[in-house]
């Protein structure tokens, strides 16, 4: 059902690095808890619709005003690596 | 005196500041020498930085509020107990921080102890260190929330805000023996608070009786245009519930609730509950929620799911910790591997699975199809019952490190609070009794979206009856 070719593939799509160890641990807890979780098939869903929300709420709208927005360097302020006024990463294109 | 304000409740002291008998920094250096003294033990609080920071998070008035990691706090470090947010001072308030600076209020300088991104029953997943419980300090205070219950069960705060996703302010309010309210969804804003699970998030407040929860409620309720889910209703004055007559009450018993699984001393105390509520004049009848097996499963699947989303926003690029690589999508994986703990990582690869490419509708989909019948369980019982009383956990306290190897069975320690999140109900949490060794034991309440003033008369009632609020841990 899920084994470690499937907690490393998830992981990757996660983008989260596992340790050999790390992964086996997580196919045999993760198995254990999608095996409890398999009881929800006993449930007839058929006629059935989904609940996103507990409270329905559609189309939640306001005017589109411009309001003021933090000063850039609060919000850069915690950046790990910046320069100017910008979030620093490590080079994307060649 | 001014050596004993800690032990006082908000309502109390709101008297002794009105009078002038006292001032708002009398009330802090109670509790900082009272922190001192005593939080080495119980390690409800983060480490406070060595130096102070600017900004005006330090001013004190009226009767200070402690904090969860997961509410931004402009100026003070907000880390949901994690690595990958560590060091991370938000620039701005969460509307609840706001609306209690502007009710003269303020919060307390420090932060309180979480699991992880409120991934957890037992704050044990904090990279500050579990959290213990007062009554015992070999048994875990429960979770997430747990440094907040067990700061105000301590007498470490006066009143506190945690946050409950599927159980973290009732349940460690349970197993410290103070009170804890999960309002309805929508009540209370959520901007600002470190998103684990959007629809199912709601802040609440954990205090000492009955009372400071309903004057909390009255502050930090209300509609938020920063939220798009919060409700615009009117917020009443809580305290007006306050002493209702609840002769007549209709109360419903779920009987899937005291199947087994249920400890018999937390049994006979729920037991004691409704005898001395029936003496009152509250009728009682048996009802059924028969989804309630199903709860837990659902929720391990939409919460994850949605923490997934959620924690994707965590990646080195804008805040927190970032690891190294020369390749981005290799930062983002080492960062992500190395920040997070073990819980953390469980979760979001489980909610990944969840919602990826042909497991979606085995898992995602239909979780959220067994919530609706969930709900519909509540909603049928509502037409006819006021509120709905159950145990708020299967047992008292368990001890640190019992379950930490164990996730499915610390999930299950949630079973009887998850319901309430799930379909968005308001619950609360408050001391019926203690076991054989000493360990508090919590009466759950659940009522009708938005009838908070239903529990809260009825959980008052109940409080002015008995004496189990006023019991304390002997820490000293």
Known sequence: MIDKKIVEYVANLARIELKEKEADVLSTQLGDILGFIDKLKEVNVDKVSPTSHAISLSNVLREDSPKESLPVNSVLSNAPLKRGNFFLVPKVIE | ?476
């Open chain 2, 1 to 476: 005196m001014n050596k004993k304000l800690y032990s006082l409740s908000a309502h109390e002291l709101d008297e002794s500041l009105k009078n002038n008998a006292i001032k708002s920094e009398d009330i802090c250096s109670a509790l900082e020498s009272r922190i001192k003294e005593l939080d080495p033990k119980v390690n409800a609080y983060l480490k406070r930085p060595k130096e102070p920071l600017s900004g005006d998070a330090f001013v004190s008035t009226g009767i200070p509020v402690a904090i969860k990691d997961n509410i931004c706090t402009k100026g003070f470090y907000t880390q949901c107990c994690s690595r990958i947010l560590e060091g991370f001072i938000p620039p701005y308030d969460a509307t609840v921080i706001k609306k209690i600076k502007e009710s003269g209020h303020s919060c307390l300088k420090f932060k309180t102890n979480m699991d992880e991104f409120a991934f957890g029953s037992s704050t044990e997943n904090s990279f500050s260190g579990p959290t213990r419980n007062p009554w015992n300090l070999s048994c875990v205070p429960g979770g997430s929330s747990g440094g907040s219950a067990a700061a105000v069960a301590s007498d470490e705060a006066i009143w506190a805000l945690g946050s409950d996703t599927g159980g973290s302010i009732r349940q460690p309010a349970s197993f410290c023996g103070v009170v804890g309210l999960k309002p309805t969804y929508g009540r209370v804003s959520r901007f600002g608070l470190i998103a684990f699970a959007s629809s199912l998030d709601q802040i609440g407040p954990i205090t000492k009786d009955i009372y400071d929860s309903a004057l909390l409620m009255n502050i930090i309720s209300g509609y938020d245009p920063n939220d798009s889910t919060s409700i615009n209703l009117p917020v009443p004055n809580y305290t007006k519930a306050l002493g209702k007559d609840v002769k007549g009450f209709k109360v419903g018993i779920p009987k899937e609730y005291f199947v087994e699984g249920l400890d018999p001393e937390v049994k006979a105390s729920v037991e004691e509950a409704i005898n001395s509520l029936r003496k009152l004049g509250v009728d009682f009848k048996e009802v059924s929620l028969r989804h309630t097996e199903y709860a837990v499963p659902v929720y391990y699947i939409i919460a994850t799911a949605e923490a997934s989303s959620n924690l994707a926003r965590f990646d080195g690029v804008q805040y927190g910790f970032r690891s190294k690589d020369v390749n981005l999508i290799d930062m983002y994986k080492k960062t992500r591997g190395e920040g997070f703990g073990e819980e953390a990582k469980r979760r979001i690869i489980l909610g990944t699975f969840a919602l990826s490419h042909g497991y979606y509708d085995a898992y995602y989909l239909r979780a959220l199809k067994v919530r609706t019948l969930i709900k519909e369980d509540f909603d049928s019982l509502f037409k006819e019952f006021d509120c709905i009383l159950t145990p708020t956990a299967p047992t008292a306290a368990f001890k640190v490190g019992e379950k930490v190897n164990d996730p499915l069975k610390m999930y299950l320690s949630d079973i009887y609070t998850i319901s309430a999140n799930l379909a968005g109900i308001p619950g609360i949490s408050l001391p019926c009794g203690l076991t054989k060794h000493g360990m508090p034991i919590g009466l759950q309440i659940l009522a009708r979206h938005f009838e908070e003033e239903k529990i809260f008369s009825l959980a008052y009632a109940f409080e002015q009856n008995t004496e189990w609020h006023k019991l304390k841990p002997k820490l000293t």
